[in-house]
């Protein structure tokens, strides 16, 4: 049974209730965040509860809690799901509360809705090229809005994008802006390799400032042996790449073998994937 916590108080999660007059259910007024948790131990806990904190500024959500009061929330929700197994994801989310109208501008006096609950996630995947779980993605136009670095609940756009690909029997949509340049998967950040030299799309509006990305850069340059690049990379650049990637809290460095029916690279799991994958491993739990 996963226990959830909703504005201040625990419950089973399917007795947990909210009113159907919260806006986050009437336009997506929100703001979340998905964190994992291996055997207790939290990977990139304190950038999640900052993105977090950034998007409800950014959205003027009032939410009077401290990083370390999210941090003592969301430790203390995980030591209360240990029957649930070892491997658990925190989904957090935070709505601008629940009004007594339906209109459109932001309420005043209203408190934020807190929803948060643990769910299982599989293990992490084995750092062996041969043993590895591989990705078949579809590339489609991003047609999302202008402010995807904002973690907004509102995501009926990723949502037809990932439908897209998920009815054409690929495991998620790569996504491309109007100039051809890639930007992110419908729920995750994408990596390309070519010649050995690593490179993802630099973090601007088009894209989530992913937790899981920023650990790769940060464990990547601290190391050292991997060169790695954020810039602009053309769809045509993907085509060709040796290696693709795409990483997200649930999926860590996922490798992607196969891009609109066609094979990436020679078609299997790359060893700069397997190299970068070792060195994301051996430090994620510093993040
Ligand atoms: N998705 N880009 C998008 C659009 C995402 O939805 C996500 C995460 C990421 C990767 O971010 P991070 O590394 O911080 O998890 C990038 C989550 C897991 C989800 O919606 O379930």
Not at 5 to 33: C, K, Q, T, V, W
Not at 84 to 107: C, E, F, I, Q, T
Not at 244 to 252: C, D, L
Request: charged fraction near 25%; hydrophobic fraction near 35%; proline fraction near 5%.
């Amino acid at each position: 049974m996963s226990i959830s916590f909703l504005n201040g108080d625990y419950m089973p999660l399917e007795e947990a209730r909210i009113s159907p007059l919260d806006r986050g259910f009437l336009f997506g007024d929100g703001i979340y965040e998905v964190i994992p948790y291996y055997k207790g131990k939290s990977v990139g806990l304190m950038p999640h509860i900052e993105r977090m904190i950034n998007g409800l500024a950014a959205i003027e959500i009032k939410c009077t809690k401290t990083a370390d009061e999210w941090k003592e929330l969301l430790d203390d929700l995980v030591a209360r799901n240990e029957s649930m197994g070892d491997n658990l994801g925190v989904y957090v989310h935070v709505s601008r509360g629940a009004d007594v109208k339906r209109y459109h501008p932001y309420p005043e006096g209203v408190e934020p809705t807190v929803f948060c609950f643990c769910f299982n996630i599989k293990d992490p995947e084995p750092v062996d090229r041969t043993k590895v779980t591989q990705y078949s993605l579809v590339s489609t136009e991003d047609l999302r809005w202008q402010r995807c670095h904002i973690k907004s609940t509102a995501l009926l756009g990723n949502v037809i994008h990932f439908q897209e690909g998920y009815s054409s029997g690929a495991d998620e949509a790569l996504l491309y802006n109007a100039n051809g340049e890639l930007t992110e998967g419908s729920s995750c950040n994408a990596f390309i390799v070519k010649d050995g030299i690593i490179a993802t799309p630099i973090q601007d509006n088009q894209i989530l400032p992913g937790i899981t990305r920023r650990i790769i850069l940060d464990s990547l340059k601290a190391d050292g042996s991997l060169q790695v690049e954020e810039r602009t990379i053309t769809m045509d650049e993907v085509r060709d790449a040796d290696e693709i990637w795409i990483t997200s809290s649930s999926k860590e460095i996922a490798p992607v073998t196969k891009l609109d029916g066609k094979p990436v690279g020679d078609g299997s799991v790359g060893e700069i994937w397997e190299k970068a994958f070792a060195i994301y491993t051996a430090s994620k739990y510093d993040f």
